[in-house]
Structures are given as C-alpha cells and as structure tokens.
C-alpha cells in the first residue's frame, strides 16, 4: 500500500541546498536541471551590486540593487548572509528562505565559499553543501570563454579566482566532479533524495510512529 501524499508522515523541513564552484565549472547548467526535476526546490534569487548582464531580469536572476539599498538590507537584518565577490556585493534574502523551509520547500543557493560558511553557522543542520569541481583548468577557462557574456578581462579575473575557491572544497558536506553533466547530476540528485530523508527533517514522523506504535 502507498502512502497518500497529503500523510503526515511525510511532512518534513525544506533543506537548503548549496552549490559552490569556481564560476565556469557548469553550476548553471546543474541547477537548470535540478529545477526542472524537482518541483519541491526553488532558487534563492540572490541581491548584488553588480549591474545586470545581458538578458539577465531583475528579480528572476538578481534582484539588482544600489550600494545605498543593499546597505539598508543589512542593516535592518533582511539579508541570511552577503559577501563581496568580484568587487560587487551579493545576499541571500531571508524572508523568502524561512517561508519556504517552514512549508516544506527545499531552496536551491548559487554562492561562494565565503556565504556559505555564513550559512552553516546560522542555519546549521538545514543546510546541504556540495562543491562543484571542474574536470580540469583547461576546461574551466573554455566555459568561461565560450559563455562570452564577459570580457577578456572579466575571464582573466574569475580565472586567477578560480585557484583560490577551489581551496575551499573541503569545507563543504560533499564534492562532485563536473567531468560529464549527467553524471554529475545523478549524484547531485542522489544527495537530495538522501538527505531529504533525513531524521531531522521528518518533522512528520512523531505522530506517525506514536500512530504505528498504538497499532493503528
Ligand atoms: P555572478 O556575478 O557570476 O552571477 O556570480 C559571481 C559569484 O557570486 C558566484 O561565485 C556566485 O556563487 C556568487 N554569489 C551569487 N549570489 C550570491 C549570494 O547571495 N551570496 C554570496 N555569498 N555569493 C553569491
């Protein structure tokens, strides 16, 4: 017999799950795919300082901000975290993030190694990071090329980046290799479903059991 979805026993916490990786190494493309495959994750749109790119839409990609506004965003506590990349600052709003951690939802987050710490000393248990490594250098500096959304000196930058982010692999809960885009995303997809099982997160099992146990 199955269970009906609407069962308390399969009420849970939301998780957060994070992907980190120097920019080029196929983050993008994971969590395109991730999003279409889950229809209980969505992403985190992130604040930032830096100016739009193109094709990039306000408050789908980025909300896109002045200094003065994302200021105002720390102060009064609106932001889980921030941090300054590339010269531009970038946050996780909260609101949005608690809303749907308490109805269940899981969030999808894009950022660097510096919010993610920010993340796991605040949110703790609730959150699942994985570090996204290239296959290779060689590889990274095509994707970054090849993405021509950024000049030559854009790709310089994010490239001399690339070493020192890497550095930070092992301060995260796993590490996937992006050698093959498929691959890499059973293996993403094999995290979630694990960790959505989680004891912690079954915030619906109390009752259930104590039901089971009673002999109904
Ligand atoms: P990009 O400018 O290419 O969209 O992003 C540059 C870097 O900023 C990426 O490494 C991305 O992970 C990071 N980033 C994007 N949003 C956030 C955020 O809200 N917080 C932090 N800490 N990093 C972010």
Not at 6 to 34: D, E, N, Y
Not at 36 to 64: C, H, I, Q, W
Not at 175 to 192: G, P, T, Y
Not at 198 to 216: A, H, K, M, N, P
Request: glycine share 6%; charged share 30%.
């Amino acid at each position: 017999m199955q269970l009906d979805p609407s069962t308390q026993a399969l009420t849970r916490r939301g998780l957060m799950l994070v992907l980190s990786s120097p920019s080029g190494a196929g983050k993008t493309t994971l969590s395109r795919a991730l999003l279409k495959n889950n229809e209980d994750l969505a992403m985190s749109v992130s604040a930032t300082t830096r100016p739009p790119r193109p094709g990039e839409e306000d408050g789908k990609d980025y909300f896109f901000m002045e200094p003065v506004d994302f200021n105002l965003m720390i102060n009064r506590d609106e932001l889980l975290e921030y941090a300054k990349v590339f010269g531009n600052y970038y946050g996780t709003p909260r609101a949005p993030v608690e809303a749907a951690l308490e109805a269940g939802k899981d969030v999808l987050f894009d950022i660097d190694w510096q919010g993610t710490q920010q993340l796991a000393q605040k949110m703790g248990e609730d959150l699942v990071s994985i570090f996204i490594l290239p296959p290779s250098t060689a590889v990274l500096e095509k994707r970054l090329k090849t993405r021509a959304q950024d000049s030559d000196e854009v790709v310089a930058q994010r490239m001399s980046k690339a070493a020192e982010e890497i550095s930070h692999w092992r301060e995260y809960d796993y590490v996937v290799i992006n050698d093959d885009v498929d691959r890499c995303l059973n293996e993403v997809q094999a995290i979630m479903t694990a960790e959505r099982v989680r004891c912690i997160r079954r915030t619906g099992l109390i009752d259930f059991v104590s039901q089971l146990r009673e002999g109904y």
